[in-house]
């Protein structure tokens, strides 16, 4: 990183001017991030610039990551259009990475995609998925992952409700070593945990834990 004092300074969106006044606030410095020169404090290390587009971005993940939980009507209608397409576009990447089905990204694909993220979160979707792979692995009746049977067919997603309601049911039974519910029996414990809104809680934890590993990320790589 050069770094020398500057004699005549002409104004850049890049620069912060608030450093100015500081000692060492009038350096011209490279940004780390797109290699401009700009100016600011000595110790800066990206630019006004790359630093707002970053925030941004953060807010924009943050948005998302809040939207794609959300079953609330009034905020799905205030969606952007970009949010809309990064849900859409994540919904599509978890179904081929979870089917392993490499289907293309195409417009009745998205449409479908659309009515979906009204219903359902990406969160479902892959429960539901692994949920019916077990059941083929069990043997059990269950349907099929292609895409026209599971999200675009004509009562897909009432079947797919159906089947996320039964998944989520599985998920909620507990998973005793057979030995372990009468040890619990014997201390007068239930057998099983009352379901109750621990979910939730994790679910706030995993968000914020993404935050902290983006804004650590970005750190990093000095943007
Ligand atoms: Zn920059």
């Not at 209608?77 to 576009?89: A, F, G, N």
């Not at 979707?125 to 349907?143: E, H, M, S, Y």
């Amino acid at each position: 990183m050069s770094e020398t004092k500057v004699k005549n300074y002409e104004p850049s969106a890049r620069d912060w001017p608030g450093d100015f006044d500081y000692e060492n606030g009038q350096y011209q410095n490279k940004c780390v991030s797109c290699d401009s020169l700009f100016i600011g404090h000595k110790g800066r290390r990206t630019c006004k610039k790359c630093f707002d587009t970053a925030n941004e971005i953060e807010a924009l993940t943050a948005r998302v990551r809040a939207l794609q939980n959300t079953r609330d009507k009034d905020v799905l209608l205030s969606m952007t259009t970009s949010e809309r397409d990064t849900i859409i576009r994540s919904l599509h990447q978890a179904y081929v990475s979870e089917t392993g089905y490499d289907i293309k990204w195409d417009a009745s694909r998205v449409f479908a995609w659309e009515l979906f993220s009204l219903r359902f979160t990406k969160e479902d979707l892959i429960l539901v998925i692994r949920w019916i792979k077990k059941q083929k692995r069990l043997g059990n009746p269950a349907r099929e992952l292609m895409f026209r049977s599971l999200i675009s067919g004509w009562n897909a997603l009432s079947s797919f409700e159906e089947d996320l309601q039964r998944a989520k049911a599985d998920a909620r039974i507990p998973r005793y070593a057979p030995g372990k519910a009468d040890v619990l029996r014997a201390t007068t414990r239930p057998d099983a945990p009352t379901p109750s809104t621990e979910r939730k809680a994790g679910d706030v934890l995993k968000a914020s834990d993404a935050l902290a590993k983006f804004r650590e990320w970005r750190e990093q790589s000095g943007i």
